[in-house]
């Protein structure tokens, strides 16, 4: 019986772990700080503004590029796309077992933006933040002097 007990233990352990030894920095990402996320998302925000898309609805960014930011190259990534509004990087490889991280706005509240890991159909919301945009001096109304 407790031969059995162990074994049943060890499975379980086992199956506990599998994800994340098949694939650990896809677990080590999803278990980071706020702070991490919330300097990670600011250099999501840094190559948006950084690499203009002209007339191109995205654009594919190198992974060597050197403008790319450290906390962005420490994670090895395998593809890095940037649109108006999201950035996108593959990380893990370029296989079945890779995943997509995103900073995009949330589909229903644009003033909130979400960072989150797809692997498979599973998406998982690690960071959110609220990114309001005041409005733009040129689209305010302007008041017109009172004709007399």
Partial sequence: MLVM????AFFVGFVWLLPTLLNPQYFGL???SARYYADFTAACDSVLA???LGTNEFIDIPVADPSLPKIMTDLY???IKVSRQWFWMLLGSD???GFGL???PKWNDGNIWVLHTTAESLDTVIYSADRSVPASPALE?????ARK
Wanted: glycine share 8%; hydrophobic share 25%; proline share 17%.
């Fill in 141 to 145: 109304p302007t008041s017109t002097p």
């Fill in 102 to 104: 995103a900073w995009n």
């Fill in 50 to 52: 950084g690499h203009p």
């Fill in 30 to 32: 999803r278990h980071k």
């Fill in 5 to 8: 007990g162990l074994v049943v």
């Fill in 77 to 79: 990534p395998i593809k």
């Fill in 95 to 97: 296989s079945h077992s």
